[in-house]
């Protein structure tokens, strides 16, 4: 069996080709999403600034979600004064240093991360020159400034400068990339700190020959409330990108790792279909000669078998490299650090091979039984068309799914809030995979408006491309289903995310109504500067805007429709909101703010929480700190400013730099703006500053932009792959009208109608598809069923399309035609 | 088995004979090179009358095929020449060769003569098509109803018998009123009653029609239909029957060695 196999792997080298690429392809992109996804669980930054602890300790920073993986906290979690002592206390510790981090801006915009001198004894380094901080107004600074001891260097935080004289210099050992480290007396570290009493972070050193990780469960053990870190996983306490990246990771993998592995499998097995249908004679031969269907399909899963296995393992190799290619892309948009250490191990290997293996299997098993069970007279049967027939059962699985995906697309009509997003965005899938099941029924339906048309041209290729296409509509699926699901992918994946954003700039901007909008080029502004701001003659209102994100928990935990996700907040002046913000208000008032623990909801976010002016909510502030609070107002203008509205100076104690991110200035006088700009501060217009979250949401979608390419890519090439090998397949049928006198030009003309055809017909499909989901979504989030379509994107999309679909059958067609005329006779 | 006689179209007003149907000047075809190289045809010269039914026989291997595909210009000799009528297709460039065989010869392969998404009708009129000439709907009509298949015209291929797929064909071939129709192997793959009416149907195309047909067999019987039958052996000539039965045939086919 294993002879005729390996024959028939030689004789229908063409047709295994495609099946190779197809698999490989699929293997390489498995295992890529396969390394991005471990890389979620397991992947970090490596230790730099702390890598001379021994030990780390730290407070909880993600919340923990039943059955799923922890919320983490966006801001840093805090550790009480007395643990320093609690820790300091546990055998087997030397020293416990706390460490603060406070961020300082040099003159020319270096940023630079403060930290006490004391914990300078936590990062490998040497005080080569100077000595250390001792007054309030001296510095040790890394070597990386180019400073000498005794020079005055100006130091901003919050846009507040400071002169300090440079006391010393210390030289990092082996760390390339850490951002620029200043030490601080503990005084004035101390007053720049926003809060007092508590620590970010404890570094232990451990007593002479104690082993790090037992001290770390010692600590763990005896100081309750605290995390340890002890070896590479001090990276992940030293700063909050790596933890960051992983939850980004595991965000993206989530909204694309299934689509593309549906993708891939749904390739690979439509792949193998067309070639097991294309050596429908021989296996018709097999059978005349007394083959049983039982041995037959042997056959074609044990080649399949073989094949696959080979391509796959082939496959997953440079799919490794692909996965670094993409972190590498992902570091670049800022979703990832640059440092981020992917998680390589086999698993993703094998788990693709194993993957895509089987899927070829379980696709062979199923064309086989066709051929296995056709009755052998078919080998005298010279050619045929395809069966047009499509089971009913088919017919109505595609058609429930059409349904389910336009019902849940109009699910925003009903609820309002993400929840009901949820339910357009896998409409998309629906849809397409109840269009691949009906495709040929498409086709046909959509020849009546083509076939017309193409007849018109009464010349001999539209008739037969239109006869073509009638008789192959399989065939013609076959091509357009996937290059419709490319085009949905790429419109929900890209579209979504700018219908959603559009809305928000929107919002924002209509909300936004200061005269000013003030930042610091520092990139925080400091509580006092805000008072400077109001000083100003003109100046009626002033209100900091804090941005932070908040932990919000919806739905019945025990029930599998519990939400747990972070949303942005934003803390504002309640006494000033009413001259420099409208935030479309529905119901209570902003004023009411400036009561202690109250909050203001944006109104998707009070539908999905089921709150109401009065009612009691709970939440999770970016640090950990959980907060009951009471609802005072709801607006209109969530997505543009963030789904919680609270008063600023009850969200800064809970922010890490307890820096607000800009300020909005109301105030009449010509002067008003030189005094601000005096200030060293910068003005700028809403759209420049962009809505809240806007800037984790463009990290977010630039993530998903470059997955999606390499989705589409895979898209791409296995539409190539399944065109050219159909269209090889029809060199007697081409050898044929060339025998009857088409010229080369006549049939290149038929086979361009054809891919025209196809590629237009792609188009179209992959657009409505996409337009129930998308209405609903605009729906959901504007209250207008108008979806955003980006018209360049959609242009090139579009035209990206039909290049492909055309040039992949035009150019086999082209070589296909070299063939000598009589090689088939 | 009924031994027609042949009859050759007479010569209309002209003086000097007509230019034979199909005429081949020392034909030689190679096929690949060096070492490799296989002489398929090793200097053929032949005539062939117009409205005559010719045969061509030889064992298996001897180039039969090859002389026909490059009688009907669907292949290029090495060296000679091919004319049909007063034109020389061996030189003629590969477009003009290309609309030469559309309009001016019919062709019948033993398999894979019709397109499975085109109707017969549509089949038949596919060389008109191709050529953007009109279908004269009474000669159309005349052709299908003289082979037979007047009634299945609207049927797909994959619906007709072979023998019934072999007759749409010969209608295809003779719709353009062609030079020369050629013929390979045409009955092979038919049952012997089937082949039986192909065989009627090109015999009445020369006899009728005024049609000129080659094909080649290596049946002696499908080679009794024709006016004349000629031989090759290992590429070259080895003799002609004219008038042929299948005693004669045969035997001539066994001196060849088969
Ligand atoms: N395309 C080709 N390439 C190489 N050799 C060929 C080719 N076609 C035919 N031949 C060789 O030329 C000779 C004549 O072939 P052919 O004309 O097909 O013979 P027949 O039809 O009489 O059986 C044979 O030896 C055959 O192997
Ligand atoms: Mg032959």
């Known amino acids: ?825 | 088995m009924t031994l027609q006689t042949p009859s050759i179209s007479p010569t209309i007003g002209s003086a000097t004979p007509p230019p034979p149907a199909v005429h081949l000047e020392n034909v030689v075809k190679t096929y690949g090179s060096g070492t490799a190289s296989v002489t398929a045809l090793a200097g053929v010269s032949l005539q062939i009358p117009t409205a005559s039914f010719t045969a061509i026989m030889g064992p298996s291997g001897s180039g039969k095929s090859t002389l026909m595909h490059l009688a009907a210009g669907l292949d290029v000799p090495t060296s000679g020449s091919v004319a049909l009528g007063s034109i020389r297709i061996s030189g003629l460039p590969e477009r003009q060769l290309t609309r030469f065989r559309r309009d001016h010869i019919g062709f019948v392969f033993q398999s894979y003569n019709l397109l499975p998404q085109l109707s017969i009708a549509q089949n038949i009129t596919l060389p008109l098509l191709l050529g953007q000439h009109p279908v004269n709907s009474a000669w159309f009509d005349h052709v299908v109803q003289s082979v037979g298949i007047a009634d299945l015209v609207e049927r797909r291929p994959q619906q007709l018998s072979g023998g019934q797929q072999q007759r749409a064909a010969i209608a295809r071939a003779l719709v353009t009123r062609p030079a020369a129709v050629f013929a390979d192997e045409p009955t092979g793959a038919l049952d012997s009653r089937s082949a039986r009416q192909v065989l009627g149907q090109l015999r009445h195309a020369a006899t009728d029609l005024q049609q000129t047909v080659v094909m080649v067999t290596h049946d002696p019987v499908a080679a009794s239909y024709a006016d004349r039958v000629v031989f090759l052996s290992d590429g070259q000539l080895a003799g002609h029957i004219d008038d042929p039965d299948i005693a004669r045939i045969t035997a001539h086919m066994a001196q060849l060695g088969e």
């Open chain 1, 1 to 825: 069996m294993w002879t005729l196999a390996r024959a028939s792997i030689a004789h229908h080298r063409r047709s295994f080709a495609g099946v190779i690429v197809a698999v490989l392809l699929a293997s390489a992109l498995s295992t890529a999403l396969g390394v991005l996804v471990e890389s979620g669980l397991r992947g970090g930054v490596p230790v730099e600034r702390l890598a001379g602890a021994d030990v780390v300790v730290g407070a909880p920073q993600s919340k923990p979600v039943p059955e799923d993986v922890p919320v983490p906290f966006s801001e840093r979690a805090l550790l009480d004064d007395d643990t320093v002592d609690a820790v300091a206390a546990v055998p087997g510790v030397n020293r416990a240093i706390a460490d603060v981090e406070v961020p300082l801006t040099a003159g020319d915009g270096i940023k630079i991360s403060a930290h006490p001198w004391a914990a300078a004894a936590l990062t490998p380094s040497a005080l080569t020159a100077g000595e250390s901080p001792a007054a309030a107004d001296q510095v040790v600074v890394d070597s990386s400034l180019g400073a000498e001891p005794g020079d005055r260097i100006e130091l901003a935080h919050g846009g507040v400068p400071a002169t300090y004289t440079v006391s010393g210099i210390v030289d990092l050992i082996g760390s390339a990339d850490a951002a620029s480290l200043a030490y601080l007396s503990p005084q004035a570290i101390g007053a720049l700190w926003p809060h007092a009493g508590s620590v970010a972070l404890i570094g232990v050193i451990a007593d002479e020959g104690t082993d790090a990780a037992a001290l770390s469960a010692a600590i763990a053990d005896r100081v309750p409330g605290v995390v340890t870190y002890v070896g590479a996983a001090r990276g992940d306490v030293e700063s909050l990108a790596g933890v960051n990246a992983r939850t980004n990771l595991i965000a993206l993998s989530g909204s694309l790792a299934g689509v593309a592995l549906i993708i891939a499998m749904f390739v690979v097995a439509s792949t193998l279909s067309l070639s097991i249908a294309q050596r429908r004679r021989d296996f018709a031969l097999l059978r005349a000669v007394g083959t049983s269907p039982r041995q037959l399909r042997g056959i074609i899963v044990r080649e399949t078998a073989l094949v696959s296995t080979i391509a796959a393992v082939i496959g997953a190799l440079p799919g490794y490299a692909l996965a670094q290619l993409l972190a590498d892309q992902f570091a670049v948009g800022g979703v990832i650090p640059a440092d981020f250490a992917l998680a390589f191990s086999p698993l993703a290997g094998i788990a693709a091979v194993a993957l895509t293996v089987g899927t070829a299997a379980l696709a062979a098993i199923v064309s086989a039984r066709g051929p296995s069970k056709a009755p052998p007279i078919e080998a005298l049967v010279q050619s045929r068309i395809e069966t047009p027939q499509l089971n009913r059962g088919r017919v109505i699985t595609g058609l429930s799914l059409i349904i389910t995906g336009v019902v849940a697309s109009l699910l925003p009509l009903v609820i309002r809030g993400e929840a009901a997003l949820a339910g357009p965005a896998s409409a998309a899938l629906l849809i397409t995979v109840g269009a691949a099941l009906i495709g040929p029924r498409i086709v046909e339906w959509s020849l009546t408006f083509a076939g017309p048309v193409l007849r018109r041209l009464r010349v001999a290729p539209g008739v037969l491309a239109d006869a073509n296409a009638r008789s192959f509509t399989r065939r013609l699926s076959t091509a357009i289903i996937p290059l419709a699901l490319g085009i949905t992918l790429a419109i929900v994946q890209l579209f979504v995310p700018a219908t959603v954003s559009a809305e928000a700039a929107t919002q924002h901007a209509e909300g936004t109504t200061a005269d000013y909008i003030v930042t610091s080029p520092a990139g925080g502004i400091a509580p006092e500067l805000g008072t400077q701001v109001a000083a100003i003659d003109g100046v009626d209102a002033v209100t900091p805007v804090i941005r932070s994100n908040v932990i919000v928990a919806t739905g019945d935990p025990d029930s599998e429709f519990s939400m747990v996700q972070p949303k942005p907040i934003q803390g504002i002046d309640p006494a000033a909101s009413g001259k420099t913000l409208d935030l479309a208000v529905t119901d209570g008032s902003l004023a009411k703010l400036a009561d202690p623990d109250t909050v203001a909801l944006g109104s998707n976010q009070a539908f999905e929480l089921g709150a109401h002016v009065g009612d009691s909510v709970d939440l999770t502030l970016g640090d950990g700190t959980p907060l009951t609070a009471r609802v005072v107002a709801i607006y209109d203008r969530g997505l543009g400013f963030g789904a919680v509205t609270i008063d600023a100076d009850a969200l800064r104690p809970h922010t890490t730099t307890g820096l607000a991110d800009h300020l909005l200035v109301s105030g009449t006088g010509d002067a008003v703006a030189g005094e601000i700009t005096a200030l060293g501060l910068s003005l700028t217009d809403a759209s420049d500053l962009g809505a809240a979250g806007a800037g984790d949401a463009a990290q977010q979608s630039w993530a998903s932009v470059i997955a999606l390419l390499v989705i589409l890519g895979f898209i791409a090439l296995a539409v190539v792959n399944t065109l050219v090998m159909a269209t090889t397949e029809r060199r007697d049928e081409f050898a044929l009208l060339r025998r009857l006198g088409a010229t080369p030009g006549q049939v290149t003309v038929m086979t361009f109608l054809e891919s025209g055809l196809i590629s237009v017909l792609a188009v179209v499909l992959g657009t409505v598809i996409t337009l129930p989901p998308l209405i609903g979504i605009a729906f959901g989030l504007t209250g207008q069923p108008i979806p955003v379509f980006p018209p360049i994107v959609y242009g090139m999309l579009a035209g990206s399309t039909l290049l492909l679909g055309i040039l992949s059958i035009v150019l086999p067609t082209r070589s296909a035609l070299r063939a000598p005329l009589v090689s088939a006779v």
